[in-house]
């Protein structure tokens, strides 16, 4: 049964002794039950705030965690019952499978016939029951990182925190236990705090994604209100790729080579365009379009980047699922639909 809570983070910000900025005051309130994404580049203070709220680090002085209605700033972690999960796993290698899942409540003294069917369910619920008795050192790095999931769910935690729990493993297997990792926290209806410096990773687990730049929140939105709406031009650039176009805009018409496209109303007066390498479609006439050299070209499988020099320094990325060679030097054309339009203050 779960016991997620909501999470208060009131004006808490954090000095090391050697004054060490490592965390802006922050205010946050992450919902019962949400996965909330806390992303951004390595030292942004991302992992400083999980640690707070894990109990292990404190805020400065006047910031306050609330789990729910209580105010756990001075608890310990250990009377805060929140589960953690580390890129490390940090399983203990003289015990089995079924052991390291079941240690959690072997400390909190549940009766034993109760303990053993806990494990169950959760070795179960992490599709490892066949591999309960097996050392940990007879496991892929992916099945001990669900045994450690699958430890630090075992006891009913209030909170999950997670941090950058799957950056030592390879792409692929990345990918699948990204799914794995979604449907398991789903399942458990728990309240999840996931550290990661990966977009993808963020796109894919978080209800909400928190965008962590030099001890700031500058953004807090869904996967898509980030990823289409992104507050400025660091959000645009950490998530996905990004071109910016030059142009000029003249009785509400922003013009870039010979596309002539509507100024959005809301647009800040000299705003800079940008466009996701997606949102750039091939053309076959000049008319409308920008125009410019293929300078080269990436087969990706489900996609083939382009690069095009338009005249305006950096090349532009495109993005497109059409089949074809794309000669090299070939004139091409890209057009933009006004709505898929990025604009932000210069």
């Not at 400390?107 to 619920?125: C, H, T, W, Y």
């Not at 990661?196 to 939105?221: K, N, P, S, Y």
């Not at 992104?230 to 922003?254: I, K, T, Y």
Request: aromatic fraction near 4%; proline fraction near 5%.
């Amino acid at each position: 049964m779960s016991t997620s809570t909501a999470i208060s983070i009131l004006q808490c910000g954090k000095t090391y002794p050697n004054g060490t900025r490592a965390l802006e005051t922050v205010d946050l309130e992450v919902v019962s039950g949400e996965t909330l994404v806390l992303l951004g580049p390595s030292g942004c203070g991302k992992t400083s705030l999980l640690r707070m709220i894990a109990g292990l680090e404190s805020p400065d002085a006047g910031g306050r965690i609330l789990f729910g209605s209580e105010d756990v700033t001075a608890q310990p972690p250990e009377t805060r019952n929140v589960g953690m999960v580390f890129q490390s796993y940090a399983l203990f290698p003289n015990m089995t499978v079924a052991q390291n899942v079941g240690y959690g409540l072997r400390i909190r003294r549940l009766p034993e016939e109760r303990r053993r069917a806990r494990v169950a369910e959760m070795l179960e619920m992490v599709q490892l029951s066949a591999l309960s008795a097996r050392r940990i050192d007879q496991l892929s790095g992916g099945q001990r990182q669900r045994v450690a999931l699958a430890r630090a769910i075992a006891v009913t935690p209030r909170v999950l925190l997670l941090d950058e729990p799957l950056t030592a493993l390879d792409a692929k297997l990345r990918e699948s236990l990204r799914v794995d990792i979604d449907t398991l926290l789903r399942k458990a209806g728990i309240t999840a705090i996931y550290v990661t410096h990966d977009q993808a990773e963020a796109m894919a687990l978080g209800d909400r994604i928190v965008v962590m730049d030099h001890g700031e929140i500058v953004q807090i939105g869904s996967p898509t209100q980030i990823y289409h709406a992104p507050a400025n031009a660091f959000v645009a650039d950490f998530v996905g790729s990004v071109n910016r176009l030059q142009g000029n805009v003249q009785d509400g018409v922003w013009r870039c080579g010979n596309a002539a496209l509507p100024w959005p109303a809301d647009a800040p007066v000299g705003g800079v365009v940008m466009v996701r390498p997606e949102d750039l479609r091939l053309g076959h006439e000049a008319a409308g379009a920008i125009s410019g050299t293929l300078t080269a070209r990436y087969f990706l499988g489900n996609r083939t980047r382009l690069l095009v020099d338009i005249g305006q320094g950096a090349p532009v990325l495109v993005d497109t699922s059409e089949r074809g060679e794309f000669a090299l030097a070939s004139q091409v054309h890209l057009r933009i639909d006004p709505a898929t339009m990025i604009v932000l203050p210069a």
